[in-house]
Nanobody
Framework: QVHLVESGGGLVQPGGSLTLSCVAS????????MGWYRQAPGRLRELVAI???????TYTNSVRGRFTASRDIAKNTVYLQMNSLKPEDPAVYYC????????????????WGQGTQVTVSS
């Protein structure tokens, strides 16, 4: 079984910064893509950023230039450095892992973390 655990959420003032971390644990051989999604109250869950196994990030337009996503492949960890936080950024941020293999010849699995709350308020 694979588990994703996020950390680093909290309260920050507008313009401030936070760094989220997500560690995937369990029997893991490889992970294709890790990333971050967010869901604000009353809204659908939306993509924030994803990072491939080659450590290439892709961002949604609203965070490009402010957020930086990266992975530590060896540690099965993905990070989200969030700068210049805006009032529209608060949400529960979820970690996602896609294409997880527990063995070289095993099938793929997709997993979600429980989420971490990010609040932006003065």
């Amino acid at each position: 079984q694979v588990h994703l655990v996020e950390s680093g959420g909290g309260l920050v003032q507008p313009g401030g910064s936070l760094t989220l971390s997500c560690v995937a644990s369990g029997t893991i051989y490889s992970i294709n893509v890790m990333g971050w999604y967010r869901q604000a109250p009353g809204r659908l869950r939306e993509l924030v950023a994803i990072v491939t196994s080659g450590n290439r990030p892709t961002y949604t337009n609203s965070v490009r230039g402010r957020f930086t996503a990266s992975r530590d492949i060896a540690k099965n960890t993905v990070y989200l450095q969030m700068n210049s936080l805006k009032p529209e950024d608060p949400a529960v941020y979820y970690c996602n892992a896609v294409g997880v293999r527990t063995e070289p010849d095993a099938g793929w699995g997709d997993y979600w973390g429980q989420g971490t709350q990010v609040t932006v308020s003065s």
